[in-house]
C-alpha cells in the first residue's frame, strides 16, 4: 500500500511526489501489489525508551514501522541532519530505505546478485525520474542502513533482514526544495 498524507508542506512535497512515482514503477517492475509493499513518505525519528525508531502517523496515531514476512518490501524516508537553507530555499538529504525479500522481488531469476539488481532498479528510477532527487550514497550494510535509528527496534530489524534472501539498503538523496511552500488540501 502506498501510504500519503492529505495535508503537505515543505518538504513532504517533493517527498510524496517522489514515494508515489516510485511506488508505481516497483509494483509494476518488481510484480508487487497494495499487499505485499508497503511505501510510506517521510516518518519521524521518535524517542522510544532505548533509542530511536521511524515511526509514520498511521490511523489516527504514530507506529513504529516494521518489516516482517507478510510483506515483500517496506519503504520509507527519513531525514538527515543538517538542512542548510539559503533565503527561502533549502537543500535537504533525506534516507529513503528499503527492506525487501529478495525471493519476492526477484523471482525466477538465476543471478546471484538480487541485490545489486534490486538497488539498482531504485537508483536507476531516481537517475531517470526523480523529481529533483540527486543520489548522494547508497548504504547497504544493515548497520549503517539504520544508523539514524537505535534500541530494541534497530536489533529487531537489524536481525529480521541480515540474512539472505532479505536485504535492506538507503539511498542517501538532495533535494533543493521552496521551504516556505505550504499545501493544504
Known amino acids: 500500500m502506498n501510504n500519503t498524507i492529505s495535508i503537505l508542506s515543505g518538504i513532504d512535497q517533493p517527498i510524496q511526489k517522489l514515494q508515489s512515482n516510485l511506488y508505481a514503477y516497483l509494483i509494476n517492475k518488481w510484480g508487487l501489489n497494495d499487499n505485499t509493499y508497503s511505501a510510506y513518505g517521510r516518518c519521524y525519528r521518535n524517542k522510544v525508551t532505548d533509542g530511536f525508531r521511524p515511526e509514520a502517523f498511521i490511523g489516527g496515531d504514530y507506529k513504529a514501522l516494521v518489516y516482517d514476512d507478510t510483506i515483500s518490501a517496506?519503504?520509507?524516508?527519513?531525514?538527515?541532519?543538517?538542512?542548510?537553507?539559503?533565503?527561502?530555499?533549502s537543500n535537504e538529504t533525506v534516507?529513503?530505505?528499503?527492506?525487501?525479500?529478495?525471493?519476492?522481488v526477484k523471482p525466477n531469476n538465476d543471478n546471484q546478485m538480487l541485490d545489486e539488481q534490486a538497488m539498482n532498479d531504485v537508483i536507476d528510477f531516481i537517475n531517470r525520474s526523480g523529481n529533483g532527487f540527486t543520489l548522494k550514497k547508497k548504504y547497504r550494510y544493515v548497520d549503517h542502513v539504520f544508523d539514524l535509528y537505535s534500541g530494541q527496534w534497530k536489533k529487531d530489524m537489524m536481525d529480521r533482514v541480515s540474512k539472505y534472501p532479505k536485504f535492506c539498503f538507503r539511498l542517501d538523496l538532495t533535494v533543493p526544495y521552496n521551504s516556505s511552500l505550504n499545501q493544504y488540501c
Open 95 to 104: 534516507a529513503l530505505i528499503f527492506c525487501i525479500d529478495l525471493s519476492k
Open 74 to 89: 517496506l519503504s520509507f524516508f527519513g531525514l538527515v541532519d543538517p538542512e542548510t537553507s539559503v533565503q527561502g530555499y
